[in-house]
Each structure stands twice: as structure tokens, then as C-alpha cells.
């Protein structure tokens, strides 16, 4: 798939073996909402915040990931958006090639 859409804003680990993430803003605020895609595998699902919880969606519309404890209501807070928005391209990512991430990986680097 080739990105042919106007996006936002891009997520790069700077890993070899991880894609560029694109995101396409949905909604600015209340909620918060990202599609999320990448060339090689395309659309991979959504990010949301609203009501002070951050949620990550998948293609089947399945939650694979939750927090609630964001600073942002209905968005995030600008300290808090760049790290929130890897977790959710990691899992997202995760789940597409059906890789289960355990809390080791996530403090390296994400991953």
C-alpha cells in the first residue's frame, strides 16, 4: 500500500525491522482520534481519548490496549501524546503480526 492520503503526523522508532507509523487526525479533541496506518501493512486500527481514557482499537474493532490514567480529558496533554501514540503504534503493530508484548518489551523501546 502506498501512503496516498494526507496524514498528520508520523511515529519512527529509527528500528531497521519496525515500520514508519502514519496517522491520519480523525477528530482534535473531544475525543482525540487517530487512524493509523503503515505502507507495507496499511490501515492497522485507531487511537481515542476521550472522558480521561486513552484506547487502542484494532481493524476488528477490538480494544488492544486501555489506560486511564492520562492527564487529557477528551485529548491528550502535549507532555504526554508523543509516548502514548508509540504504545498504541507498538500494540497495534503487536496484534497485526500476532505478537503478544510482555512489560520487559515495552521498556525496551516500545517493543
Known sequence: MSIDFEYNRTIDFGLEDKPIFYL???CGACPESWNVYTEEDGYLGYLYVRHGSYTVWDTGDNQ???NRDIKGDGLFEYDER???MKIGCAKLYNTYKDKQMTSEDYFN???
Open 82 to 84: 508523543e509516548h502514548y
Open 64 to 66: 488492544v490496549y486501555c
Open 109 to 111: 523501546e516500545y517493543w
Open 24 to 26: 491520519e487526525e480523525t
